[in-house]
């Protein structure tokens, strides 16, 4: 199975923008979705965002309200997550799955990125 890797996280103020990277090493067939979730501490992983290979069609969580964009490159075999408007509650370890289907991530799962957010 093909193994994801995150990248793109960090320390940035509240109203700050990170954009996220998921690279695997692998070539991504996925037919159903793939894309984000993220665990905060002291809290179970929870889905974030995730959106169709071979389309346009994107899902998010209720939290996003439009503040998150989930997108991908076919020819960069890369999924990203553009975090806009970062608030302290979005502090996380995110990781990508590369196969989601009902909002469950059934894919291997990698390391994640850290993102903190300072008010």
């Known amino acids: 199975q093909v193994q994801p890797v995150e990248s793109g996280g960090g320390l940035v103020q509240a109203g700050r923008s990170l954009r996220l990277s998921c690279s695997p090493s692998?070539?991504?067939?996925?037919?159903?979705?793939m894309g984000w979730f993220r665990q905060a501490p002291g809290k179970g992983r929870e889905f974030v965002a995730a959106?169709?290979?071979?389309?346009?069609?994107?899902y998010y969580a209720d939290f996003v309200q439009g503040r998150f964009i989930v997108s991908r490159d076919k020819a960069k075999n890369t999924v990203y997550l553009q975090l806009n408007n970062l608030k302290p509650e979005d502090t996380a370890v995110y990781y990508c799955?590369?196969?989601?289907?009902?909002?469950?991530?059934?894919?291997?799962w990698g390391q994640g990125t850290q993102v903190t957010v300072s008010s």
């Open positions: 799955n590369l196969d989601v289907s009902g909002s469950v991530g059934f894919g291997s």
């Open positions: 692998g070539r991504i067939f996925s037919s159903r979705a």
């Open positions: 959106i169709r290979w071979s389309g346009p069609t994107t």
